[in-house]
Nanobody, 124 residues
Framework: QVQLVESGGGLVQAGGSLRLSCTASGRTFSSYAMGWFRQAPGKDREFVAAISWNGVNTHYRDSAKGRFTISRDNTKNTVYLQMSSLKPEDTAVYYC?????????????????WGQGTQVTVSS
């Protein structure tokens, strides 16, 4: 059974930075892509970023480009989301997710496993 455990959320002022981490267990981490999603109150879950199995390819939602960076360390079975220039509209629960693909995918239907989520709150 694949398990994903996120950490690193919290409260930050607008313009600040946070780094989320997600550690995976239960399968060969380095063989699969990874992704981050978020869900704000009253809104649907939305794609944030994804990274390919080897870290070469990444994909971001438009509002994250230039502010967020997804990366991974296959020796630590961990994927990261570095978030900078945070805005109040980035406030959401952020979820780490694992698809059964090697390359980046944005649709949540491709993702088989999900973490429990970590809250990110950006104050204005």
């Amino acid at each position: 059974q694949v398990q994903l455990v996120e950490s690193g959320g919290g409260l930050v002022q607008a313009g600040g930075s946070l780094r989320l981490s997600c550690t995976a267990s239960g399968r060969t981490f380095s063989s699969y892509a990874m992704g981050w999603f978020r869900q704000a109150p009253g809104k649907d879950r939305e794609f944030v970023a994804a990274i390919s199995w080897n870290g070469v390819n990444t994909h971001y939602r438009d509002s994250a480009k230039g502010r967020f960076t997804i990366s991974r360390d296959n020796t630590k079975n961990t994927v990261y989301l570095q978030m900078s220039s945070l805005k109040p509209e980035d406030t959401a629960v952020y979820y780490c997710a694992a698809p059964s693909t090697r390359e980046v995918v944005a649709s949540p239907t491709w993702y088989d496993y999900w973490g429990q989520g970590t809250q990110v709150t950006v104050s204005s």
